[in-house]
């Protein structure tokens, strides 16, 4: 009898086992999946903010903020499908710093990020129509005129942090449902609104190394300063600052929840990989 349960038992622990790692493999596939879908959608952000503007008689950038947000938002069904995916690797450098979720599956799933963001600026070189591709040469971003190379890598530092901050403080399972969604969103949105002074901005290095690789439009020097190292330090530091200063309840304190905006809800990733 004894011997049956000790053979049940692990029997569960091996089907749990195989659950768990069929999970991590789909989370995976969606962050390369939905980072290349993002990155596809978001070549023509400008072109629909622009006909917006013509039809609306309203400002271009400010309905240019309002499509990104929007389609923030509306990726949060496919999000979901794949357990908490996310296109933004600086969100897996914040949770692991902020102890949440392991290096190993962090690391893969920025690969993933990456490398689906390659994949979707490829797909929109390819199918986007001659007349829809105006603003493609843009979409690498660069320093606006002005701005110093050292001025841009604190920027896109400093914005780095407050997005992880905000998103780590929003996925906490104590904030009421108002904050863990709308928080992550007003900051975007203010991120945006500064940022677009002095570096864009991009806070995304996986979708700004896309682009850059078709169109450059700036040095190498800036891309990895400005574009990679800089949010990934922000990024870092958000996550670290996080930890300990605010002192979140890391045992079970976050949950899969789908009140985060996709794409800054890695809450379910640091939850299910502890």
């Known amino acids: 009898m004894d011997a049956k349960k000790k053979r049940t038992a692990g029997e569960r622990r091996k089907q749990l086992k195989e659950k768990e790692e069929n999970a991590k493999l789909l989370l995976v596939f969606g962050d390369f999946l939905v980072t290349g879908i993002w990155v596809c959608l978001s070549s023509t952000f400008g072109e629909a903010a622009e006909a917006l503007a013509s039809i609306s008689g309203l400002g271009e950038f400010a309905l240019t903020v309002t499509v990104i947000v929007s389609a923030i938002m509306m990726m949060g069904p496919m999000c979901d499908m794949f357990g908490g995916a996310m296109f933004n690797p600086i969100h897996n450098a914040a949770f692991v710093c902020a102890g949440r979720g392991t290096l190993t599956l962090n690391v893969v799933r920025m690969v993933a990020q990456i490398g689906g963001a390659l994949g979707g600026s490829y797909l929109a070189v390819t199918i986007t129509p001659e007349w829809l591709k105006d603003r493609f040469h843009?979409?690498?971003?660069?320093?606006?005129?002005g701005v110093a190379l050292g001025v841009g890598v604190g920027v896109e530092m400093l914005l780095g942090m407050v997005l992880n901050?905000?998103?780590?403080?929003?996925?906490?399972?104590?904030?009421?449902?108002?904050?863990?969604?709308?928080?992550?969103?007003?900051?975007?949105?203010?991120?945006?609104?500064?940022?677009s002074y002095f570096t864009g901005p991009s806070m995304n290095p996986a979708v700004a190394f896309s682009w850059y690789h078709h169109y450059q439009g700036h040095s190498w020097l800036e891309q990895i300063a400005v574009y990679?190292?800089?949010?990934?330090?922000?990024?870092?530091?958000?996550?670290?600052?996080?930890?300990?200063?605010?002192?979140?309840?890391?045992?079970?304190?976050?949950?899969?929840?789908?009140?985060?905006?996709?794409?800054?809800?890695a809450a379910a990733a640091g939850a299910k990989e502890e």
Do not use: C, H, N
Not at 243 to 261: D, I, M, N
């Open 138 to 145: 843009t979409l690498p971003g660069g320093l606006k005129p």
């Open 165 to 195: 901050m905000v998103v780590l403080y929003a996925s906490d399972a104590q904030r009421s449902k108002f904050v863990a969604y709308w928080s992550p969103v007003f900051a975007t949105v203010l991120l945006i609104v500064t940022g």
């Open 228 to 265: 990679w190292l800089a949010p990934f330090a922000g990024a870092m530091l958000g996550g670290l600052l996080y930890r300990l200063l605010l002192k979140p309840a890391e045992a079970a304190a976050v949950k899969p929840a789908r009140r985060l905006p996709p794409g800054l809800k």
